[in-house]
């Protein structure tokens, strides 16, 4: 079987962002501690199922070992974003916006509060952000009651914490 070619997109040679929280590093050793732990019944599904032959038309094989693979992956994966995590250390009475603080602005008659953290993290329904998003980015650095335009809205700094 022929898996077709297909160029690198846009955004796949891009680095990941290494900067996350405490809480987001836990996550994720968790998550390689558990991959860890199913990785070696995945290895002997993949064996048992090699032994009934012809791998061409063994579904179960090519499925099982297909999964093996993904483990695997995972693993690497997570385990070179933990070796290069940068962990995000909030400070206490800060004056200007961050990586870590939350920052509560007024733009187009409402007020709404951010928190700016890594690309790892971002929730924009819950209000936090990556320093590499366009609106990260123009608030990093503000102090509080200065204001700025981004994307045509003017935006006021109320709090920085």
């Known amino acids: 079987m022929r898996v077709p070619f297909r160029k690198p997109g846009k955004y796949s040679q891009m680095k990941s962002d ?3 929280t405490k809480e987001k590093f836990a996550d994720l ?14 290895a002997v599904e993949v064996s048992r199922l090699a032994e009934l032959g012809d791998f061409s ?8 070992k297909g ?16 070796k290069n995590a940068v962990i995000i250390e909030p400070k206490a009475g800060v004056s200007a916006v961050e990586l870590g603080g939350k920052v509560t602005v007024f ?26 998003s366009p609106l990260g980015a123009a608030l990093l650095g503000r102090k509080k009651g200065e204001k700025f335009i981004f ?4 935006y006021e700094v109320i709090s920085v914490e």
């Open 18 to 20: 290494p900067m996350m």
């Open 29 to 42: 050793e968790r998550e390689v501690k558990h991959l860890k732990d199913i990785q070696p019944s995945a």
């Open 57 to 64: 038309e063994n579904v179960e094989y090519q499925l099982a």
């Open 67 to 82: 999964r093996l693979r993904g483990i695997n992956d995972a693993i690497f994966r997570l385990g070179n974003q933990l």
């Open 107 to 132: 733009a187009a008659g409402k007020q709404k509060t951010y928190q700016i953290l890594g690309s790892a993290e971002t929730d924009p329904r819950q209000g936090i952000i990556s320093q590499n």
């Open 151 to 154: 994307r045509e809205v003017e």
